[in-house]
């Protein structure tokens, strides 16, 4: 008698669960792992001056994200579709003139997570600057008033009593391989909402929706940021 109690009670908290939202701040600050805590270390970043050539090779390198699923979290690489949205910058750029080759770094190069692992091996391929993508997911499972009946046990099955809220923000942060300069650093998001039964909501199929949403965004904005810090001089580096 005791364990069907304490199921039924289970089964009506479930039924009753609600939205937590989404904690854009801890999500940003998970993005932002580095900071600066010295003067000498502002002071040697001011220091630093833009010195790109015209065009230039550029190399991209996704790290893997991460989603959070309300106080806990996985480790979610981007896909190769995420990655072949990408590269469809590479001809709008060589055709601009302003790179004059576009790659993708790949992991095995790569042997470490930090800011000047990626410039090493962007460096090996002989690039004079990297973009970093990264990102950064959030999903918010919760119960319409359809998950009232999940007490009911076979319900989760077939009544679309839930919904999942994805939250995903990307960015792009283009680094000078040699002196670590920062030319841009852009970020979209991208949110999307699924509502099916309890049992057939899949997490990293919603979170998916949303990084391509939100990476389709990325791309555009790359662009025309970048051809605004185009240097207006031939002779001139950026």
């Known amino acids: 008698m005791k364990q069907i109690l304490i199921l039924i009670a289970g089964l009506f908290l479930f039924s009753c669960a609600s939205s937590q939202g989404f904690d854009r701040g801890l999500m940003r600050e998970s993005l932002s792992r580095d900071q600066i805590n010295t003067c000498n270390e502002i002071e040697r970043i001011l220091n630093l001056k833009a010195q790109l050539p ?50 993708v770094i790949n992991n095995s190069i790569v042997h470490g997570i930090s800011l000047k692992d990626i410039r090493l091996a962007a460096a090996r391929l002989g690039a004079d600057a990297v973009m970093v993508i990264d990102g950064i997911g959030s999903v918010d499972k919760h119960n319409n008033v359809l998950g009232a009946t999940y007490c009911l046990i076979i319900t989760p099955f077939f009544i679309p009593g839930t919904i999942a809220d994805s939250l995903y923000i990307s960015r792009a942060n283009l680094w000078d391989v040699r002196n670590e ?54 002779e001139e580096v950026w």
């Open 181 to 234: 300069f920062l030319y841009l650093s852009l970020e979209e998001e991208a949110k999307t909402t699924e509502t099916r039964p309890a049992f057939f909501i899949e997490k990293k199929r919603v979170i998916n929706e949303a990084k391509i949403q939100s990476l389709n965004k990325l791309i555009p904005s790359i662009l025309n940021r970048m051809i605004k810090m185009e240097p207006k001089d031939e």
């Open 54 to 103: 015209k065009p230039f090779k550029l190399a991209i390198y996704f790290k893997d994200s991460f989603t959070y699923h309300h106080f806990c979290h996985d480790r979610t690489a981007l896909t190769l579709e995420n990655k072949n949205k990408i590269a469809e910058l590479e001809k709008d750029l060589i055709d601009k003139k302003i790179v004059s080759d576009l790659f």
